[in-house]
T-cell receptor, first 115, second 112 residues
């Protein structure tokens, strides 16, 4: 298994532009999580899905952020318009049962820089 | 609200020494406590985990100690090696929320 695949690995964009981050979870996993990592705030859960349905989006910073999971093998996180304070590493993770010893499998992340 | 407090923020240990990272939690509904290891440029990876009905779990050089009454748990890395240099996150999970809450992370550096 190739693991959780995220693209792009790096994204540099200008303030005000739309940014779309992509994630392919591990086949068979029915939970998908989007996290943001910064030095100041650590790992923050933005939103998670169960069976493609958004369950908790309370961590989404504001309306500029949106996430979708149109099918079991693909999810996107969109920021529109982007701002410099959105600069961070965004991780996608998947699991078939979060509360077990299998835990989450994280992707390698997308490093977003908004200038 | 930080539900899982982790310390220290950074740690330097000599090769062969013991690395100890501590975490404390408040929510008694947490029922699963994993530790994640993150190398630069990579996502966190599950290292070891424990449930609150046991006081200790050991896997190789890594041991979790769990104190349910104090609501604290810790990671011990025995015979620390330079390859253990990474950031370590404790976490806590509750089935009612179906999500993990992470600590703030500890950057471990193991020197020669």
């Amino acid at each position: 298994d190739a693991g959780v695949i995220q693209s792009p690995r790096h994204e540099v964009t200008e303030m005000g532009q739309e940014v779309t981050l992509r994630c392919k979870p591990i086949s068979g996993h029915d939970y998908l999580f989007w996290y943001r990592q910064t030095m100041m705030r650590g790992l923050e859960l933005l939103i998670y899905f169960n069976n493609n349905v958004p369950i908790d989006d309370s961590g989404m910073p504001e309306d500029r952020f949106s996430a979708k999971m149109p099918n079991a093998s693909f999810s996107t996180l969109k920021i529109q318009p982007s701002e410099p304070r959105d600069s961070a590493v965004y991780f996608c993770a998947s699991s078939f049962s979060p509360g077990t010893y299998y835990g989450y499998t994280f992707g390698s992340g997308t490093r977003l820089t908004v200038v | 609200q930080q539900q899982v407090k982790q310390s220290p923020q950074s740690l330097i240990v000599q090769k062969g020494g013991i690395s100890i990272i501590n975490c404390a939690y408040e929510n008694t509904a947490f029922d699963y406590f994993p530790w994640y290891q993150q190398f630069p440029g990579k996502g966190p990876a599950l290292l070891i985990a424990i449930r609150p009905d046991v006081s200790e779990k050991k896997e190789g050089r890594f041991t979790i100690s769990f104190n349910k009454s104090a609501k604290q748990f810790s990671l011990h890395i025995m015979d620390s090696q330079p390859g253990d240099s990474a950031t370590y996150f404790c976490a806590a999970y509750t089935g009612t929320a179906s999500k993990l809450t992470f600590g703030t992370g500890t950057r471990l550096q193991v020197t020669l």
